[in-house]
């Protein structure tokens, strides 16, 4: 499995996608910290490309680099390795590189302004959110053979957990205001992995106008310490099942 | 050296793999035969794990080859695309090959020479033409001296020359003890190569017999019963 590491690492390393995606980001947390003067509005506005952003760029890196490689992933399953292997090998050396270009991209400049400890907890988000949603990729370009199809599913799962999701629980919410509602909103906030780790981030920052609905009651709930480590499970969850399910279909795949 | 019994694989509702009982031993030469969709290239990718059927058994030396993968050190397959990764080297996918199977003290470089494999080394796969691909896919086919060696459409696409050079290897490697199984279209394959001809047709084995040695005494019979066999399944012969 280090070989196919190894491999998928250098071939992503050469495609020169990753160093777009570490320029792009550099550029957007470089400007956004340069301009505000406010660190907690800076902080606020980074946070907001985090959660928005990296998920929408983990699937389609992940999902592009899937069905360009299949040839590749063909071509040594036809050799003696075994298909797990060569799931995680791909699925690790995308996660990887995408979190070291976030690493570049948007904690050392944190890190270099001075923002301390915040910076750590945005790479814990960031490192999370890559995890997540290129299990998703992955999941869905196994499952979709079709290149467009595929590439569709996932800007509509993007568009469901980063934008919809919240509108559509407020909605819930505000209809069924009579009723106590309190469980069902924090089942509601454990079911989408970017408000979750939106809450996580919150948590502890403790920033409360950002917290959404789903954060508010979550927190109302838990408490602030409580709250970050059951968030934090939840994450694991969402980080594990996903790629779990991708595996599994990728060894009863046909080729 | 292989051995499936009743494997079943199906593609929607149109197409079902279907095999009861089939085996190869070492030192010959099969040849799989059929129209466009008869399923050959699904049963020799159920060998190589590639395809996960339904049902049934395949084993090779006496292993079940299901979820498994190290029973691949002794096959090497040459595609009918030759699908390689279009950013790497020539040198790279060797190298790669090298890595990933068993170590080996020495190699079979005589096809690789043969077809001027050291003079692209430094070029990626995606400048290769479609036949010098295929002709790099021959070379590492051969380059391991495995005990079966699984070749989809070998010649289409090669030159007469390189498909003479194949041929040549192909019959060598078979002395040597190896088991080729093969898939073509063209009828004089058949009775230039193999020692057996397995007919398919809607995946299911329709003739299974000894193929015919030599084209200048059998060549005639041979053909007149391929074209039979098109023509009473109702798909015109194209070669």
């Known amino acids: 499995m280090r070989k196919i590491i190894k491999y998928f690492f250098g071939d992503i390393i050469r495609s020169k996608w990753i160093i777009v995606y570490t320029v792009m980001l550099l550029v957007f947390s ?40 299949r040839e590749f992933i063909e071509m040594l399953l036809t050799q003696p390795v075994k298909r797990s292997s060569v799931f995680y090998g791909q699925y690790f050396s995308l996660a990887l590189t995408q ?13 270099v302004f001075n923002f301390g400890l915040n910076s750590i907890f945005l790479m814990t988000a960031g490192t999370f959110l890559i995890f997540i949603f290129t299990g998703f990729a992955l999941l869905i370009s196994i499952l979709v053979n079709d290149k467009i199809k595929g590439i569709g599913i996932l800007i509509t799962v993007w568009l469901l957990f980063a934008v919809f999701y919240d509108g559509i629980v407020l909605f819930m919410f505000y209809y069924f205001a009579d009723y106590p509602l309190e469980k069902a909103t924090i089942i509601a906030s454990t079911l989408n992995p970017v408000d979750i780790t939106r809450t996580m981030m919150m948590l502890r920052l403790d920033i409360s106008a950002m917290f959404g609905y789903t954060g508010a009651s979550f927190k109302k709930y838990f408490g602030s310490k409580a709250g970050y480590y059951v968030s934090l499970f939840i994450l694991h969850m969402w980080m594990i099942i996903p790629a779990m399910i991708a595996r599994r279909k990728f060894n009863k795949k046909n080729f | 050296m292989i051995r499936i019994e009743n494997l079943e694989k ?20 099969v040849t799989l035969m059929g129209p466009n969709g008869s399923g050959k290239t699904t049963l020799l990718k159920s060998i190589l794990g590639l395809v996960i059927p339904e049902k049934g058994t395949i084993t090779v030396n006496g292993e079940n080859i299901s979820g498994q993968c190290k029973y691949r050190n002794s096959i090497c397959y040459m595609p009918q695309s030759s699908p390689y990764p279009p950013n790497l080297k020539v040198k790279e996918i060797i190298s ?21 494999m050291p003079n692209i080394l430094e070029k990626r796969s995606g400048a290769l033409s479609q036949g010098t691909r295929q002709r790099l896919s021959a070379s590492l086919a051969f380059m391991f001296g495995s005990d079966i060696i699984v070749l989809d459409e070998p010649t289409a696409g090669l030159d007469p020359y390189s498909s003479g050079v194949l041929k040549t290897k192909i019959l060598k490697v078979k002395k040597e003890g190896k088991l080729i199984l093969l898939t073509t279209h063209i009828v004089n394959e058949v009775s230039e190569l193999s020692d057996r001809l397995v ?19 059998n060549g005639k019979e041979f053909r007149e019963m391929v074209s039979k066999l098109f023509k009473e399944n109702g798909v015109a012969q194209n070669n």
């Open chain 1, 30 to 69: 470089a400007g956004i910290i340069y301009f505000s003067r406010d660190e907690q509005k800076a902080l606020l506005s980074l946070l907001n490309i985090v959660m928005y952003l990296i998920p929408l760029l983990s699937m389609i890196f992940g999902s592009v680099y899937y069905y360009n490689s």
């Open chain 1, 99 to 111: 979190m070291f270009g976030f690493i570049a991209g948007i904690v050392l400049p944190l890190l």
């Open chain 2, 10 to 29: 199906s593609y929607g509702k149109s197409f079902t793999l279907n095999v009861d009982r089939l085996e190869f031993g070492k030192g010959s030469v």
């Open chain 2, 96 to 116: 790669i090959t090298k890595d990933i199977r068993k170590k080996q003290d020495n190699y079979d470089y005589e096809l690789f020479e043969l077809f001027g």
């Open chain 2, 199 to 217: 007919f398919m047709l809607d995946g299911r084995i329709k003739v299974d017999r000894e193929a015919f040695r030599s084209v200048n005494e």
